[in-house]
């Protein structure tokens, strides 16, 4: 199942709701968020700097976490960025496919 991190800056209200609720209830509403797409939370972190938030989800395709990004985002709460991860055995095969047909642009 792919995994994906999810990098979070909370908006005014998110701070606020985190401030009124704590940040277990936060993670685990996020989990049950995830677990009902029929995927997994893996990590959740709190951190200091422009970012508020890091998750790492598996989850079952790029269209679920699409759907994730784009409910959460709706409501407000927070801005997100979702990165897809990879794992060495996927970069493996990506380095083993063999594109013929790219031609670099000449400079």
Avoid: H
Wanted: proline share 5%; charged share 20%.
């Amino acid at each position: 199942m792919p995994k994906y991190l999810v990098i979070s800056s909370l908006t005014q209200e998110g701070i606020r709701g985190t401030l009124n609720e704590g940040g277990t209830a936060r993670r685990e509403a996020i989990r049950r968020a995830t677990e009902s797409l029929g995927g997994t939370l893996e990590a959740f972190y709190y951190a200091f700097g422009e970012s508020d938030l890091y998750s790492i989800v598996e989850l079952p395709d790029n269209a679920t976490a699409a759907a994730a990004s784009m409910t959460i985002g709706a409501a407000g709460v927070a801005r997100n960025t979702t990165v897809v991860l990879l794992t060495p055995e996927e970069m493996d095969e990506a380095r083993n496919k063999n594109l013929q047909a790219y031609v670099p642009p000449r400079t």
